[in-house]
Every structure is written in structure tokens, then in C-alpha cells.
């Protein structure tokens, strides 16, 4: 199983930002799978998460209504449109596969990050 977040960058506050997750070796469409990120100094956050069945979505509080998860399972990629960054979006951001309970965590598989800088 490999996973490659891509798609982080410099932006500035109020900015928007798309992160792809591209798999290979495995199906995204029968997995549920989300984004996750850590800052320094933080742990790591479940931001969002798609799940395989129906393709229903769920946010982290701090996201919702600002982040949109999505799949294109043709090209077997799953996005993240991040819109109005703000600087405490700053991290680094990994994907994986995910579950949902009270909040969004990983379920074992994880991928390389990529770097979202937002400055104020």
C-alpha cells in the first residue's frame, strides 16, 4: 500500500489550496480515507474523512464548512479543497486510510506529507 499527498505550498491567509492523495498498489474506492496533519510542537489531526460506502464525508470542527474531501475513483485519487486558510493551517498534511468516531483517526496506512505554509 503507498500513498503520495502533493499539492502543499506557500500560500497566504484567505487563500485556497487542492491536495491530491494518489495510491497505487490498492483501490482507493474500497477504503475510507482521509486527511490528517501536524504541526510542530502539535499531534497529529484527523481533518477529514471519506468513507468507502456512499462516499459520505465527515470534518474535523476545525475544517468544516472550509475543507471539502472528494474522491475521483477513476484516477484513484482522493482531494482535499482547502478555501480561507488561515495561518493555524499551517502543517504538514498526510493521508491515509481513516475511521470516524468522535473524531477522525487513522487506521494503520499512512502516506508521505506535503508542506501547506499559510502566511498572515
Known amino acids: 500500500v503507498q500513498l503520495q499527498a502533493s499539492g502543499g505550498g506557500l500560500v497566504q491567509a484567505g487563500d485556497s489550496l487542492k491536495l491530491s492523495c494518489a495510491a497505487s498498489?490498492?483501490?482507493?474506492?474500497?477504503?475510507?480515507i482521509g486527511w490528517f496533519r501536524q504541526a510542530p510542537g502539535k499531534e497529529r489531526e484527523g481533518v477529514a474523512c471519506i468513507l468507502s460506502s456512499r462516499s459520505s464525508t465527515h470534518y474535523a470542527d476545525s475544517t468544516k464548512g472550509r475543507f471539502t474531501i472528494s474522491r475521483d475513483n477513476g484516477k484513484n485519487t482522493v482531494y482535499l479543497q482547502m478555501n480561507s486558510l488561515k495561518p493555524e493551517d499551517t502543517a504538514f498534511y498526510y493521508c491515509g486510510t481513516c475511521g470516524v468516531g468522535d473524531s477522525i483517526y487513522s487506521t494503520g496506512y499512512w502516506g508521505k506529507g506535503t508542506l501547506v505554509t499559510v502566511s498572515s
Open positions: 498498489r490498492f483501490a482507493l474506492d474500497y477504503y475510507a
